[in-house]
């Protein structure tokens, strides 16, 4: 179905010892749009970007051959540092949100 804006207080990302969860808290949220759940664990092919659109920000999940994920707080530095403590490879490059769907393997 492509992006889908979901709202705040519908998505939580939850970071723990080299693991990073972001899920939508509604499952009927989840089967209207066919929005997946992101688990994720530090990997080479996963890159977290510091992001922004329209003067929100937050972070990328990219992980290369797949969508990208987003996660869009007011808490993104400290975001950032706790991935970057759980393993994560974190960049410094703020990206702009992009609609182009997959990274390229």
């Known amino acids: 179905m492509g992006n889908v804006d979901i709202g705040i207080f519908l998505a939580v990302m939850e970071v723990g010892t080299a693991i990073l969860n972001r899920r939508i808290q509604s499952a009927l949220v989840r089967m209207m749009f066919g929005i997946e759940n992101l688990r994720a664990v530090p990997d080479p092919r996963t890159v977290i970007f510091p992001a922004h659109k329209f ?51």
């Open 55 to 105: 003067g929100q920000t937050g972070i990328e999940v990219r992980r290369e051959g797949k969508p990208s994920y987003y996660f869009w707080t007011g808490q993104r530095s400290s975001l950032l540092r706790r991935l970057a403590a759980a393993g994560f490879q974190v960049s410094a490059e703020d990206q702009k949100m992009s609609y182009h769907g997959l990274i390229d393997p």
